[in-house]
């Protein structure tokens, strides 16, 4: 994709909103209405924040000597890269219409997009003016690798869908707005965090690796935990 490219993001087959659950053995298939307000977890996940600074590096990757217009333009910009982010990721939850959703913002908010971008080449011009393009590239490239991550990939999947509805519902010229309302909680998404609804249950979550192969416990033909015999374990 070439630098300040804004292309929509194609997948195929959204599916209907379902999900299953394992509750007692037992596979529970439930539908939700698309006004759902979480869909990978039972729970809302507490990942909520306080309004977004533009020169906070938890946030966004502070321009030095930014006009209020450049500023505001790197909150937008940086909240339009994590969303571009989820449209490519968040594949496999269909439901969340991650996808759908960043393809509608480019087209219903084009315009502010484009002055965004705009306002950035502005300040690289002049604030590095021999070198411009390239710390313009690395910004934006930065930008995007700030919002890579696997092991909470669910719950930034999750409010990648939320804020992605939200632009849809917000006037033209209003996403300056949304994201200093939103943007430090896409942040908080990206750090792991249980169901709350799943509060006194063990999940993965909770689980370390052993420090040592030899803290890894021992079996029997059916799966129940032994005292390891010397250089005869069995492992899971």
Request: net charge positive; with cysteine; glycine share 6%.
């Amino acid at each position: 994709m070439c630098r300040g490219d804004i292309f929509p993001v194609r997948r195929r087959g959204l599916e209907s909103p379902r999900r299953e659950k394992i509750v007692g053995g037992v596979r529970l298939r439930v539908a939700l209405s698309p006004a759902a307000q979480a869909y990978l977890y039972w729970g809302k996940l507490p990942v909520a924040g306080a309004p977004a600074s533009p020169d906070d590096p938890a946030v966004v990757i502070p321009l030095v000597g930014a006009t209020p217009q450049e500023a505001r333009a790197n909150l937008i910009w940086t909240m339009r890269a994590g969303l571009n982010v989820a449209a490519l990721q968040c594949g496999f939850a269909p439901q969340l219409r991650t996808t759908s959703n960043y393809n509608n913002l480019l087209h219903q908010h084009a315009t502010e997009l484009q002055a965004s971008y705009a306002a950035l080449g502005a300040y690289f011009k002049r604030t590095q003016p021999k070198i411009w393009d390239t710390a313009l590239d690395q910004y934006v490239t930065r930008t995007y690798n700030s919002f890579s991550t696997l092991q909470a990939q669910l719950g930034f999947c999750e409010v990648a869908a939320a804020i992605g509805r939200d632009t849809l519902e917000r006037p033209r010229g209003q996403l300056g707005a949304l994201a200093i309302e939103r943007l430090r909680e896409f942040r908080n998404s990206l750090t792991p965090i249980r169901d709350t609804a799943l509060n006194g249950v063990r999940t993965a979550l909770d689980v370390t690796a052993p420090s040592d192969l030899a803290d890894l416990p021992c079996y029997d033909k059916k799966g129940r935990i032994i005292v390891c015999k010397p250089d005869k374990k069995k492992r899971d």
